[in-house]
T-cell receptor, first 113, second 112 residues
């Protein structure tokens, strides 16, 4: 069945360093790939997304890259700050009517001051 | 704007009892969803509704039911709770045909 693998499950970086989280999807029909950030005690919140017709997208310190051939996509956070500490989820979906996301298992990012 | 409101925030429930988790949104979104979040498993879709009056099954629907009598409310019912339903439950919504999900703050449910 459809599957999204996410690595690593936990990641600790020093403040100011970069963080990279990687996801692999199985359904080649997937064409929309969002990333959600979940802070403690809150629901996930969309931080960036990418569609299959684009290879890279940036928004200030965060960026997402997509390799359709390898079915990989990654989240890059540069100049990490303590407020970046959270759980990050990737997801993949085929956008046709109902969006049934397949989520990754999450990455707990800790930014050490 | 409140967005999505879930109630209760947390609940301890005896096995075999029934429970309804409430979800209300004020964004007039047509589509609504229920997810459960378990450690190491991420977010899994339980049920969804594309518009008022319609519902559909997600990845893990067994043991749960939903209704969508109007646009704003999407309650999730556990008819006879079992310990494996211990989880954090998130309600979400989106504009019909829209990709961005808006999540509530979740309900922590423990079934003992």
């Amino acid at each position: 069945g459809e599957n999204v693998e996410q690595h690593p499950s936990t990641l600790s970086v020093q403040e100011g360093d970069s963080a990279v989280i990687k996801c692999t999807y199985s359904d080649s029909a997937s064409n929309y790939f969002p990333w959600y950030k979940q802070e403690l005690g809150k629901g996930p919140q969309l931080i960036i997304d990418i569609r299959s017709n684009v290879g890279e997208k940036k928004d200030q310190r965060i960026a997402v890259t997509l390799n359709k051939t390898a079915k990989h996509f990654s989240l890059h956070i540069t100049e990490t700050q303590p407020e970046d500490s959270a759980v990050y989820f990737c997801a993949a979906t085929f956008s046709s009517g109902t969006y049934k996301y397949i989520f990754g298992t999450g990455t707990r990012l800790k930014v050490l001051a | 704007t409140a967005g999505i409101t879930q109630a209760p925030t947390s609940q301890i429930l005896a096995a075999g009892r029934s429970m309804t988790l409430r979800c209300t949104q004020d964004m007039r979104h047509n589509a609504m969803y229920w997810y459960r979040q378990d450690l190491g498993l991420g977010l899994r879709l339980i049920h969804y509704s594309n518009t008022a009056g319609t519902t559909g099954k997600g990845e893990v629907p067994d043991g749960y039911s939903v209704s969508r009598a109007n646009t704003d409310d999407f309650p999730l019912t556990l008819a006879s709770a079992v310990p494996s339903q211990t989880s954090v439950y998130f309600c979400a919504s989106s504009v019909e045909g829209g990709e961005k999900l808006f999540f509530g703050s979740g309900t922590q449910l423990s079934v003992l």
